[in-house]
């Protein structure tokens, strides 16, 4: 039997963006093989092979805060995950998305203007952020956040600290959190088919145009097989058609029109999506370092 190590677990999640443990079960089934692998989780899980494989991540946390009809949702980063474990730094990131669901900032800067204080920073939210990085020794900075209020209710669901989803509903409150958990665990880009982006759908038919090409097959049928993988994609990526994630026999809308409960819309955040992260490479670090300090000596 293949050992699994968890590098190799770690490379693969890295390409499919499928669960931790799902990959090790792939990467065991498949004997240690990569490639066979990736095609086990797309079998299983939906996923799409290597969508990730080339996306870089920052560190950070996603925090959130509800109250009544509004809520809100706020990615604040970091340069090492050992930040994301400090209490001063989860602090700061759970008074922002506070102060956003309160006073509605119009963007970040306007964010970081408003009224707050902690270890003894202040007295806005920007010049906490600029203390904590003296204190702290590390560079932190609010990405992005989302607010939802209105007559809809709101749900959020937060995987660990990474992940975090905010949902506008009517309904059923048990129903609009296990969307919300179905969501973070199964990415979905769009509500519906016809909201998926243009750029997507255009990305998506080019690659089918260019396997049926290579297929060989007479134009008519190239045609067909093109608008079949294009129709099987935007159902892959949109909420309402995808298999509920605790009930595959029925879809997401089937499970919300079952519950009585209508979406408005949702936001996914994943920390440091999108986000180039610097890689060190520590063995060269030391090496340049033995070498500075032999010259020196010399």
Known sequence: MATITASMVAELRAKTDAPMMECKKALTEAEGDMA???ELLRVKLGTK???AASRVTAEGVVTSF?????GAMVEVNCETDFVTKNDSFLALAQAAARLVAEHNPADVAALGALAYSQDSFGPTLEEVRKGLIGKIGENMSFRRFKRISGASKV???LHGTRIGVLVEYDGEEVAA???AMHVAAMKPVALTSADVPADLIDKERSVATAKAAESGKPADIAAKMIEGSV???LKEVSLYNQAFVKNDKQTVEQMLKAANTSLKGFTLY???EGIEKRVDDFAAEVAAQVAAAQNAAA
């Open 36 to 38: 066979k692998a990736e």
């Open 49 to 51: 092979a290597g969508k």
């Open 66 to 70: 509800v109250n009544g009809s509004t």
């Open 155 to 157: 749900a959020t669901y």
């Open 177 to 179: 959190k296990d969307v």
């Open 231 to 233: 129709q099987k994609y």
């Open 270 to 272: 994943v920390v440091g």
